[in-house]
């Protein structure tokens, strides 16, 4: 019965490409071929701890100047691609145009995808970057607990959206320099209850990697309440 359903559906509805909306020959799949080949994904060689790709194949992963100079306290930041294209266009559907489906297949690629030097089952608890409750109100959805629900499904991880909070409001980050972001979210996250936290090996779940600070800024708020360790995941990785 519930295939013919979803026959139906496919009649009525015609998959289509989540970028462009053509209608897609392949119904499994969440772009077109054009739009597919356009994304860049990141695969080694790339930093062994924040991700930025290198230029070149002929090197394995290694930390790269930014992070040999400075250590980031998270273990390691993970994305499937390059935040251009048909995965920027894909997240703007997803959180400006309040297209949730788009986020769940997002997710499912996140859950889905072969990083390097990476495995989401080594870890224990997965968190969505967490919004002030006016950006929530104004939003309607975090997008990185549709984000994080996906792959807690798939990987039967503990999804804890509750503990960290974001307890002060910042304006969009987007046309902030690195130190200006630092500052700008400097003290703005909380732990609830480090209890949840103690011990934990978590990964915590964006949708955009720009510079790291939020990311950072996370990171130490949950190694404070004594977090084993704390890796970083993101559909998508600015790289200038
Ligand atoms: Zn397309
Ligand atoms: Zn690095």
Redesign the pocket.
């Known amino acids: 019965m519930k295939r013919i359903l979803t026959g139906l559906a496919d009649i009525v509805f015609p998959p289509r490409c989540l970028t462009c909306e053509e209608s897609l020959d392949n119904k499994n799949a969440p772009f077109c071929p054009a739009c597919f080949s356009q994304i860049h994904f990141l695969q080694s060689p790339l ?6 790709p290198f230029a070149g194949a002929d090197t394995d992963n290694h ?2 100047g ?2 040999a100079v400075s250590k ?1 306290i998270f273990s390691v930041a993970r994305s499937i691609g390059k935040y251009e294209t048909t995965l920027l266009e894909a997240i703007h559907r997803f959180k400006y145009n309040r297209n949730i489906h788009i986020g769940e297949i997002l997710g499912k690629l996140m859950a889905e995808f072969e990083y390097s030097d990476f495995a989401i089952s080594d870890y224990s608890l997965i968190m969505p970057v967490p919004l002030h409750p006016k950006k929530l109100r104004q939003r309607g959805f975090n997008q990185s607990v549709i984000l994080a629900r996906e792959i807690s499904k798939l990987f039967q991880l503990t999804l804890d959206f509750l503990t960290l909070r974001r307890h002060t409001y910042t304006e969009a980050q987007i046309n902030l320099g690195r130190k200006e972001r630092e500052a700008n979210v400097s003290g703005v996250f909380s732990v609830t209850d480090s209890e949840k936290i103690h011990g934990q090996k978590i990964i915590l779940v964006d949708d955009v990697y720009t510079s790291g600070s939020t990311a950072k800024e996370c990171t130490r708020v949950l190694m404070h309440s004594n977090a084993d360790s704390v890796a970083i995941l993101t559909i998508a990785r600015a790289v200038q």
Do not use: H
């Open positions: 930093c062994s701890c924040c991700g930025i930390l790269c930014d992070c980031p």
